[in-house]
C-alpha cells in the first residue's frame, strides 16, 4: 500500500494563491509513474468531493478537474521526487476545506469517484478568509 502525506494547507485571504503536495512513501519502488493521483476535499458539514486527478505516466499525465476549480486549479506531478502537486489560485473562502491525496493501482487515467482510489493521506487543512 502507498503511503500518502499532505502539506502545504494553511490560512489565506480570498484571492491568494496555496500549493499543495502529496509526497508518496511505501511500495511505490519503481511504480509511482504508473499511479493515477486525485485530490478530494471535505469541507465542515459536507461529503468528501472530488477536486482535480492526474492519470499515470501511460496516460501522459491526463488530468482532471471538478467544474468548480478548472481555470483555478492545477494538478501536477514529479515522477523523479514522487510528488504530487495542487496549485490552488485565486481562492475562494468556499475552498474552505480539508483536502485529501489519494492514489489508485487499480486505474490509469484521471479518475474521480473515491472507490476508484485505494490509498489515502491524513488530509490538510486549507482556511480562506473574506
Known amino acids: 500500500q502507498v503511503h500518502l502525506v499532505e502539506s502545504g494547507g494553511g490560512l489565506v485571504q480570498a484571492g491568494e494563491s496555496l500549493t499543495l503536495s502529496c509526497t508518496a512513501s511505501?511500495?511505490?519502488?519503481?511504480?509511482?509513474?504508473?499511479?493515477?493521483f486525485g485530490w478530494f476535499r471535505q469541507g465542515s458539514g459536507k461529503g468528501r468531493e472530488f477536486v482535480a486527478a492526474i492519470g499515470t505516466s501511460w496516460s501522459g499525465g491526463q488530468t482532471n478537474y471538478a467544474d468548480f476549480v478548472k481555470g483555478r486549479f492545477t494538478v501536477s506531478r514529479d515522477n523523479a521526487k514522487e510528488i504530487v502537486y495542487l496549485q490552488m489560485n485565486n481562492l475562494k473562502p468556499e475552498d474552505t476545506a480539508v483536502y485529501y491525496c489519494?492514489?489508485?493501482?487499480?486505474?490509469?487515467?484521471?479518475?474521480?469517484?473515491?472507490?476508484?482510489?485505494?490509498?489515502w493521506g491524513q488530509g490538510t487543512q486549507v482556511t480562506v478568509s473574506s
Open positions: 511505501g511500495r511505490t519502488f519503481g511504480s509511482f509513474g504508473s499511479t493515477a
Open positions: 489519494a492514489a489508485s493501482k487499480q486505474f490509469e487515467g484521471a479518475v474521480k469517484m473515491e472507490y476508484q482510489y485505494d490509498s
